[in-house]
């Protein structure tokens, strides 16, 4: 099981970005996954989960409204549209996954220990 993050890059405050988590290995509608981004000299935080299925989605306060989880099965992947980006947004994006099939994503928050498998992460900056 391999999940690869991509699509990161420089971009303006207000611009949009989109990232994919290509998987290999598991199919990403039999298990949850999530985004996660960690700023430097900070811990890592939760930034998106999707639930098995599709059926429940979760994200962050920080990026409600803003950002948007989704998954095409056909080509494996999972993907997040960022928009209205701001310089607080700057950090390495990885997915990761629940390794249980079925599951959902919990609307208590993000907790790492859940999570497996982690991608090598995308780096995003914000600035003008």
């Known amino acids: 099981v391999q999940l690869q993050a991509s699509g990161g890059g420089l971009v303006q405050p207000g611009g949009a970005l989109r990232l994919s988590c290509v998987a290999s290995?598991?199919?990403?509608?039999?298990?949850?996954i999530g985004w996660f981004r960690q700023a430097p000299g900070k811990e890592r935080d939760g930034v998106s989960c999707?639930?098995?299925?599709?059926?429940?989605?979760v994200y962050g306060d920080s990026v409600k409204g803003r950002f948007t989880i989704s998954r095409d099965i056909v080509r494996n992947t999972v993907y997040l549209q960022m928009n209205d980006l701001k310089p607080e947004d700057t950090a390495v994006y990885s997915c990761?996954?629940?390794?249980?099939?079925?599951?959902?994503?919990?609307?208590?928050?993000?907790?790492?220990?859940?999570?497996?498998?982690w991608g090598q992460g995308t780096q995003v900056t914000v600035s003008s």
């Open positions: 290995g598991i199919t990403v509608d039999r298990y949850p």
């Open positions: 999707i639930s098995s299925g599709g059926g429940k989605i």
């Open positions: 990761a996954l629940i390794p249980q099939a079925g599951f959902f994503c919990s609307s208590m928050g993000f907790y790492e220990s859940d999570y497996s498998h």
